[in-house]
């Protein structure tokens, strides 16, 4: 086990040991207690077993190429989160795990067999997987041949990519988030969550987000099809929508400013402010 696990695992028995406590174990029998890391955070491996190079390994990126060797610990590292009580873990897929360049008819074993053989051993410890198709990563060759997302190719790509993982995995994971994060944008996201690279126009944001959404729906349908429990996931915290309710949004928290709420409550400003600039000068 890496040094950075043991830390992170012997940190957070200090801040769980309440989860031990007989009336939080009564009471929360059916909670799901777990946390989160993603695959191009953690696996490092980045070329091993048939592993494709993604928009994650660019050189000098954070070194994701190495990161804390999940991929090699796995086993280690899954038995200290279920010792701290984990009934849950939420993790990605490395999309060029699965397609190397993006554009393969079929999907590469080895990656395949990695993800069934570290489901199995959540599910042996007794932790629901939590699972992200795609988290801050796609094959590099989908960004340099067709700039990321802003290409209806990766839209295609992507729904190829998630129907294999549906077929492959649905008797093992219950919980999928389809895309991570897209509305963390503003000169970071455009190339992380959308493969946007330099000489962008703002309405090719607004195309690829366009885009990126659609894959996302093309998906859902697919996971509807075989039975998949699906969510979705943004970066925005529950003292947003409390704010919004209450018509107060002069203060952010999350990554974007929430303005409106599921009842239409709030003032709607920034919802019209992006419409705005979608439709260009």
Same mark, same amino acid.
């Given at each position: 086990?890496?040094?950075? @696990?043991?830390?992170?695992?012997k940190?957070?028995?200090?801040?769980?040991?309440?989860?031990?406590?007989?009336?939080? @174990?009564?009471?929360?029998?059916? $909670?799901?207690?777990?946390?989160?890391?993603?695959?191009?955070?953690?696996?490092?491996?980045?070329?091993?077993?048939?592993?494709?190079?993604?928009?994650? &390994?660019?050189?000098?990126?954070?070194?994701?190429?190495?990161?804390? %060797?999940?991929?090699? =610990?796995?086993?280690?590292? *899954?038995?200290?989160?279920?010792?701290?009580? $984990?009934?849950?873990?939420?993790?990605?897929?490395?999309? =060029?795990?699965?397609?190397?360049?993006?554009?393969?008819?079929?999907?590469?074993?080895?990656?395949?067999?990695?993800? &069934?053989d570290? *489901?199995?051993?959540?599910?042996? *410890?007794?932790?629901?997987?939590?699972?992200?198709?795609?988290?801050?990563?796609?094959? #590099?060759? #989908?960004?340099?041949?067709?700039?990321?997302?802003?290409?209806k190719?990766?839209? %295609?790509?992507?729904?190829?990519?998630?129907?294999a993982?549906?077929?492959?995995y649905?008797?093992?994971?219950?919980?999928?988030?389809?895309?991570?994060?897209?509305?963390?944008?503003?000169?970071?996201?455009?190339?992380s969550? #959308?493969?946007? =690279?330099?000489?962008?126009?703002?309405? %090719?944001?607004?195309?690829?987000?366009?885009?990126?959404?659609? @894959?996302?729906?093309?998906?859902?349908?697919?996971?509807?099809?075989?039975?998949?429990?699906?969510? /979705?996931y943004?970066?925005?915290?529950?003292?947003?929508?409390?704010?919004? @309710?209450?018509?107060?949004?002069?203060?952010?928290? /999350?990554?974007?400013?929430?303005?409106? %709420?599921?009842?239409?409550?709030? =003032?709607?400003?920034?919802?019209?402010?992006? *419409?705005?600039?979608?439709?260009?000068?």
């Amino acid at each position: 086990m890496s040094v950075d @696990s043991v830390i992170m695992c012997k940190y957070m028995q200090y801040t769980l040991n309440f989860r031990q406590q007989e009336h939080f @174990s009564e009471k929360g029998k059916n $909670f799901l207690w777990g946390g989160a890391i993603a695959a191009n955070q953690a696996e490092g491996a980045w070329d091993v077993d048939g592993k494709g190079p993604s928009m994650a &390994d660019k050189e000098g990126y954070y070194p994701r190429r190495t990161a804390i %060797d999940f991929y090699h =610990t796995y086993k280690e590292d *899954l038995a200290m989160m279920a010792e701290m009580g $984990f009934t849950c873990f939420r993790t990605s897929f490395a999309w =060029t795990r699965i397609f190397p360049m993006g554009m393969e008819e079929e999907p590469n074993e080895a990656g395949l067999k990695f993800y &069934d053989d570290m *489901l199995d051993e959540m599910l042996r *410890l007794g932790m629901e997987p939590v699972m992200t198709i795609t988290h801050y990563e796609m094959p #590099l060759h #989908l960004v340099t041949e067709y700039n990321g997302f802003l290409g209806k190719e990766t839209v %295609d790509a992507y729904v190829k990519y998630s129907k294999a993982l549906f077929d492959r995995y649905h008797g093992k994971v219950k919980y999928w988030i389809l895309l991570n994060q897209v509305n963390c944008l503003g000169g970071w996201g455009e190339f992380s969550s #959308l493969g946007l =690279t330099e000489g962008y126009t703002r309405n %090719d944001v607004y195309q690829a987000v366009h885009n990126y959404l659609e @894959s996302n729906i093309k998906a859902m349908k697919e996971a509807v099809k075989d039975g998949v429990n699906v969510f /979705g996931y943004v970066s925005w915290r529950p003292i947003d929508i409390v704010s919004c @309710s209450q018509g107060e949004m002069s203060k952010r928290y /999350g990554y974007i400013y929430v303005d409106i %709420d599921d009842r239409g409550n709030g =003032t709607g400003k920034n919802a019209k402010h992006s *419409l705005q600039l979608a439709a260009g000068p």
